[in-house]
C-alpha cells in the first residue's frame, strides 16, 4: 500500500478520506500510453469499488459474528467454537490457496477479537 506523509508525520492511505470513505484514485498511471492509462483507470475504479463492497461486507461480517458469540455466551456456551473456525480456514485455503488461510485468520480475528 502506497502511503503518504502529512507534517505530523502520520502515514495516510491516499485511497481514504479522514472519515475512512474511499476516495477514486487519481493516481495517473504514467505510462505514456493513453489506451493503456485508460484501461487502468478503469481497471482502478472497479477495484476501489469492490475494495468499498468488501469492507462492507467484513462489517456485516463482524456483526453477524458478534450476534453468534452473544448467543453461544447467553446460552453458556463459549465465545469461539475452534471446530468451526477450522471449518472457515479451510474453505478459504480452498478458495484461495495459503494466502487464503492468512486472509481467513485475519476475519476471524476481526470478528472475534485476538484468542
Known sequence: ???TTTSSTTPTDPGTVASGAAVPDTTP???GDEAADAVIARARGRI????????????????ASAEVQRARISAGGRRVH??????????????????????????????????
Do not use: S
Not at 476501489?48 to 456483526?63: H, N, P, S, T, Y
Not at 475452534?82 to 481467513?104: C, K, V, W
Open 29 to 31: 498511471a504514467g505510462t
Open 82 to 115: 475452534l471446530a468451526r473456525e477450522m471449518e472457515i480456514l479451510r474453505r478459504y485455503r480452498d478458495g484461495l490457496g495459503r494466502p487464503g488461510t492468512a486472509l481467513a485468520m485475519t476475519l476471524l480475528e476481526l470478528c472475534r477479537g485476538r484468542v
Open 48 to 63: 476501489d469499488a469492490l475494495d468499498g463492497r468488501i469492507v462492507e461486507l467484513i462489517q456485516e461480517r463482524m456483526a
Open 1 to 3: 500500500m502506497d502511503t
